[in-house]
């Protein structure tokens, strides 16, 4: 059964930081692409950053460059959403995801709060 479990989210202060976590379980960890998206009220869900197995290579929203760091623990099945210098604009639910062809995973999501 496939489980991908998020946690690390809670309320920060503007210019703090969080590192969220996804576990993952029931599937080829390393065969997955690993993508952290996030999603406010009304909004449609968007791609923060996504880690490809082999080599590493990621990609980035322009609206964290900087700021964000997604990295991948292979032999944990974990991928990680480092968030530094965070902004109230990044209060939203970060989901993680899981992606290999056509096959698609998401996690439950967690909430992340930036307000004073």
């Known amino acids: 059964q496939v489980q991908l479990v998020e946690s690390g989210g809670g309320l920060v202060q503007p210019g703090g930081s969080l590192r969220l976590s996804c576990a993952a379980s029931g599937f080829t960890f390393t065969s997955y692409v690993m993508s952290w998206y996030r999603q406010t009220p009304g909004k449609e869900r968007e791609l923060v950053a996504r880690?490809?197995?082999?080599?590493?290579?990621?990609n980035y929203a322009d609206s964290v460059k900087g700021r964000f760091t997604i990295s991948r623990d292979n032999a944990k099945n974990t991928v990680y959403l480092q968030m530094n210098s965070l902004k109230p604009e990044d209060t939203a639910v970060y989901y993680c995801k899981a992606e290999r062809g056509l096959l698609r995973y998401w996690g439950q999501g967690t909430q992340v709060t930036v307000s004073s």
């Open positions: 880690i490809i197995s082999a080599g590493g290579v990621t």
